[in-house]
């Protein structure tokens, strides 16, 4: 006789997830191209993609996970630790990608995380939730949903 293990799928909003303490934590999330929000890319271009995470003042300090999911257009190039290197890099899925950040309530500096990806592919796509999320606790915030456009650089 062995362990049973049970797997449930539901496909539904992400903000059904979280039933309770939004708030205080909430992440914003922005695609750059030389320094420049937008949504309409190249094929080919490098952008970067910025995650804006803020704390109220009651947010518990501790590890927090961020995850984002690349639109299915965009790949994974590389963490961006230029201006700075608040947190620690986890792992890549796919499309998804996983950071670590170590919120403190004394720590006044920005709180961003950067990486960059390649525009591979022409059209137009949907970039699902980004997710915050203590470790400990069900503090949680999520990104809203972007769409993106990809011309051809043959255009």
Known sequence: RGDIELALNYIGPVKDLAEAEQGHANIKRRYLINGKESSVFNQSDII????????????????YQVTDVLPSGLKYVQPN???????????????????????????????TIL?????????????????????????????????????????
């Open 48 to 63: 970067t993609i910025e995650m804006q995470l803020e704390f109220s003042p009651n947010a518990p300090e501790g590890y």
């Open 81 to 111: 630790w230029g201006r700075q290197a608040d947190y620690s890099w986890g792992n890549v899925n796919g499309q998804k990608i996983t950071f670590g950040y170590y919120y403190d309530h004394n720590d006044k500096r920005p709180k």
């Open 115 to 155: 990486y960059l990806a390649r525009v591979i592919a022409p059209g137009k796509y949907m970039a699902d939730n980004g997710i915050i999320l203590h470790v400990k606790s069900r503090v949680c915030g999520f990104t809203a949903q972007n769409v993106i456009t990809i011309v051809s650089s043959e255009q």
